[in-house]
């Protein structure tokens, strides 16, 4: 059987659990990864790369033609 799709929000969410469970925050481990594993750049929201000429495309095809 194979393993299922993992969406970005559930990847994160089980990075945030590992990197949470059963580490020190005295431990040496603990201190390299909080100072050297950056957390990625959040990515930017889909309606900002939408274009003007999308929607002028939209509202162009719902005009009635005469």
């Given at each position: 059987?194979?393993k299922?799709?993992?969406?970005?929000?559930r990847v994160?969410?089980m990075?945030?659990r590992e990197?949470?469970?059963?580490?020190?925050p005295?431990?040496?481990?603990?201190?390299?990864l909080?100072?050297?594993?950056?957390?990625?750049?959040?990515?930017?929201?889909?309606?900002?790369?939408?274009?003007k000429l999308l929607?002028?495309f939209r509202a162009?095809?719902?005009?009635?033609?005469?």
């Amino acid at each position: 059987m194979a393993k299922p799709h993992l969406s970005k929000q559930r990847v994160a969410k089980m990075r945030e659990r590992e990197a949470n469970v059963g580490v020190d925050p005295e431990d040496e481990a603990a201190r390299w990864l909080a100072e050297n594993d950056a957390t990625p750049p959040p990515e930017p929201p889909k309606a900002a790369r939408k274009s003007k000429l999308l929607h002028q495309f939209r509202a162009r095809g719902t005009r009635t033609r005469p």
